[in-house]
């Protein structure tokens, strides 16, 4: 799920790795792509001045929204990079960019070793 997608298509899920209680600040952050800390301040505002009603809210939803796991902590997936690209898209995607060029050419030398007759003559001296 990218911060770019409309609500209509985000599953709204209570997020249990970024979760202090129960992960319902993290759910609501994450589904209207706000930040984490902000939506945890007025969660903290709305229990001082409502007290029963944000817990009857809180642990409604609780009991209600499924907990689901974090797409960002999936194997496979650097949280890191989500952020960046999410903040600057275009400097992240030249960075990728640039890593690819220089794997590629890593990987042309190598081939470039392996196929020549330099490897048969290392790789026989190593059998002696």
Do not use: I
Not at 78 to 96: C, H, N, W
């Amino acid at each position: 799920m990218t911060a770019f997608q409309p609500y209509s298509s985000r599953p709204f899920a209570r997020n249990a790795y970024r979760a202090v209680v129960a992960g319902v600040c993290a759910g609501l952050a994450n589904y209207f792509g706000f930040n984490l800390k902000v939506t945890r301040c007025l969660a903290v505002v709305a229990l001082c001045m409502a007290l029963p009603v944000t817990l009857l809210a809180y642990f409604g939803t609780v009991m209600l929204v499924p907990s689901r796991h974090d797409p960002e902590r999936q194997p496979g997936r650097d949280p890191e990079f989500g952020k960046a690209l999410r903040s600057a898209p275009r400097q992240t995607m030249s960075d990728v960019r640039r890593k690819f060029q220089t794997l590629n050419t890593r990987l042309a030398r190598l081939e470039r070793y392996v196929t020549s007759s330099r490897f048969n003559l290392d790789r026989e001296f190593k059998k002696l």
